[in-house]
């Protein structure tokens, strides 16, 4: 009868163990109701699965925590793409010669001459490219 008036299951309702004569003694759903009332018969919480330790996880995560080979799984590959590697490497030299083209460090034929060799996959990063830019004999520095 509990159960029914607190809209829950039988397993979820909580009769207190001092008031037993008391319970004893109820035996209409208003004797039942008033019991609630009292604080005689709650309904238990529902149990549920707490998320603080993978919330915790979670701000390590976002930290850079937690991702050593211990935890990969699957190549380089599977995880940033050939493509997406490509995107990222040719953006910066890209964008680092035009930096140097428009601050008057390298001339438009150089620039040019460079972005070719650029796409063509010659160059592993930005400090690559400037240390080939220096091997050809232009004088420039990283613009920050």
Request: glycine letters at 10%.
């Amino acid at each position: 009868m509990a159960a029914a008036l607190l809209k829950c299951g039988e397993g979820r309702v909580w009769l207190d163990p001092a008031s037993q004569e008391e319970l004893e003694d109820a035996v209409t759903r208003q004797d039942v109701r008033s019991a609630i009332k009292a604080g005689v018969i709650r309904a238990k919480p529902i149990p549920g699965v707490s998320r603080g330790r993978a919330r915790k996880v979670a701000a390590e995560r976002a930290k850079g925590r937690h991702a050593g080979p211990g935890t990969r799984k699957g190549s380089p590959h599977s995880r940033v793409s050939r493509k997406e590697r490509w995107m990222h490497r040719i953006r910066a030299q890209r964008k680092l010669l035009s930096e140097l083209r428009s601050g008057k460090k390298i001339t438009p034929g150089v620039y040019r001459e460079f972005y070719r060799r650029a796409k063509g996959g010659m160059f592993r990063s930005r400090a690559h490219l400037l240390l080939n830019l220096k091997l050809a004999g232009h004088t420039v520095e990283a613009p920050r």
